[in-house]
C-alpha cells in the first residue's frame, strides 16, 4: 500500500480559531477525519501530523525518505524562509517520492511576503486555495504519480 505522510508545520494545530475568515472553522481533528476518508477511498496509508518545530518537521522529511513515503506538505509559515526544510523536502523527490506542498489559503492572493515558497521548486507540485480540499487534491495528485 502506498504510505502518505501528511506533514503540517506551525500553527495548523490551532486551525478552527486561528482566523477561521482565512482557514476556515474546521479543526486539525477533522483535517485528520477528512484525510483517512479520502485515504481509504483511494486505497493508501495516510497519517496526519502537526508540529510548531521546525526541526520535527525536518526529521520527518528524513523519515520519509528512509521508508519510501510519499509526501503532502503544508509548510505553513516555513513556506517563505525555511532553507533547511527547503533541503529537506528536495531529498523526498531526489529519492524519486512524491512532494506536494499544499495550503489551505491562497498565498498569491494575501501579503506580499506570503507570495515567495522556498519549497514550492523542489516540490512534485502545489496545490493551495481550495480550504481542506487541497489536502484531497494533493492525495489525488500523488496517487495518479506514485
Known amino acids: 500500500m502506498t504510505r502518505v505522510l501528511v506533514?503540517?508545520?506551525p500553527n495548523l494545530g490551532r486551525l478552527g480559531v486561528r482566523e477561521p475568515d482565512v482557514y476556515g472553522a474546521l479543526s486539525l481533528a477533522d483535517l485528520r477525519e477528512?484525510?483517512?476518508?479520502?485515504s481509504d477511498e483511494l486505497g493508501v496509508g495516510a497519517e496526519v501530523r502537526?508540529?510548531?518545530?521546525?526541526a520535527?518537521?525536518?526529521?520527518?522529511?528524513?523519515?520519509a525518505v528512509d521508508s519510501g513515503a510519499h509526501v503532502v506538505l503544508n509548510p505553513a509559515a516555513f513556506t517563505h524562509y525555511s532553507y533547511s526544510l527547503r533541503d529537506a523536502a528536495a531529498m523526498v523527490t531526489k529519492a524519486g517520492l512524491v512532494l506536494v506542498e499544499v495550503h489551505i489559503s491562497n498565498p498569491m492572493a494575501r501579503e506580499e511576503f506570503r507570495h515567495t515558497s522556498v519549497i514550492g521548486p523542489v516540490a512534485t507540485g502545489t496545490v493551495a486555495g481550495f480550504g481542506f480540499d487541497s489536502y484531497r487534491l494533493a492525495l489525488l495528485a500523488v496517487v495518479a504519480k506514485a
Open 7 to 9: 506533514l503540517n508545520g
Open 34 to 38: 477528512q484525510v483517512a476518508g479520502w
Open 50 to 54: 502537526q508540529t510548531d518545530d521546525e
Open 56 to 63: 520535527e518537521l525536518v526529521h520527518w522529511l528524513y523519515e
